[in-house]
């Protein structure tokens, strides 16, 4: 089972100077294409961004019978969410939707009430998928559902990559066209996030 937890990716070194941004995948797959995509994005981000990859697996289903004694896999997850300055959120469509361990894991950080620990925190989505399509729709509910959370969210540019076995290789993107996309999608992001939350 998936540790829940902030893990530095090998490919960035952490610079107290770089924003802190957490990585959620929504896939709990191991060999998962958005996990590889996530894995990848450090090598197209701009040194302005530190990212760091926070496990969602871990956690139980959530229940509000336990928001007087929370779990201690989602105590880890709310403290990480909360070390980070803001989010990424790497999802599949499944069923024209989100997964259900993506929405499992939102319900989380915003319990018990008073407590949301992902609120205020920028946020961007990106996804990958075989399809012409990618995960645009599961893209959508998600938007609306960490909107509704009071995460503000990145709007426009979107990235909906289409997956195939030349996209990434050997932890980065290989294929020259996307690689330029998510470089400038990253650097948008960071204008995103910095505009928000000036230091």
Same mark, same amino acid.
């Given at each position: ?9 090998? #490919?960035?070194? *952490?610079?107290? &100077? ?10 709990? &797959?191991? #060999? ?6 996530? %894995?990848?994005?450090?090598?197209? &981000?701009? #040194? ?25 896999? &989602?105590?880890? *997850?709310? #403290?990480?969410? %909360? ?5 990424? *959120? ?12 993506l929405k499992n894991a939102i319900e989380w950080g915003t319990r018990p009430h008073g407590q949301n620990s992902l609120a205020g925190r920028p946020a961007c989505i990106i996804g990958t998928s075989p399809g012409k399509l990618s995960s645009a729709v599961a893209q959508a ?21 289409? *997956?195939?076995? %030349? ?19 990253? %650097? ?12």
């Amino acid at each position: 089972m998936s540790t829940v937890g902030p893990t530095v990716y090998e #490919t960035t070194e *952490f610079d107290m &100077a770089a924003y802190r941004v957490g990585v959620i995948v929504g896939s709990l &797959a191991a #060999t998962s294409r958005n996990r590889r995509l996530a %894995e990848a994005l450090p090598s197209v &981000a701009p #040194t302005s961004l530190s990212l760091e990859p926070i496990e969602i697996g871990g956690l139980p289903l959530y229940t509000y019978d336990l928001d007087d004694d929370l779990p201690a896999s &989602a105590r880890i *997850f709310k #403290t990480a969410v %909360e070390a980070c300055d803001g989010l990424i *959120f790497v999802t599949p469509e499944y069923n024209r939707s989100i997964p259900a361990a993506l929405k499992n894991a939102i319900e989380w950080g915003t319990r018990p009430h008073g407590q949301n620990s992902l609120a205020g925190r920028p946020a961007c989505i990106i996804g990958t998928s075989p399809g012409k399509l990618s995960s645009a729709v599961a893209q959508a509910h998600l938007r609306v559902s960490l909107a509704s959370c009071g995460l503000p969210v990145m709007t426009s540019p979107e990235a909906y990559i289409q *997956f195939s076995d %030349e996209l990434i290789d050997d932890g980065e993107i290989a294929i020259e066209s996307s690689r330029r996309f998510l470089a400038s999608f990253m %650097e948008s992001y960071a204008s995103f996030l910095t505009a928000l939350s000036p230091r």
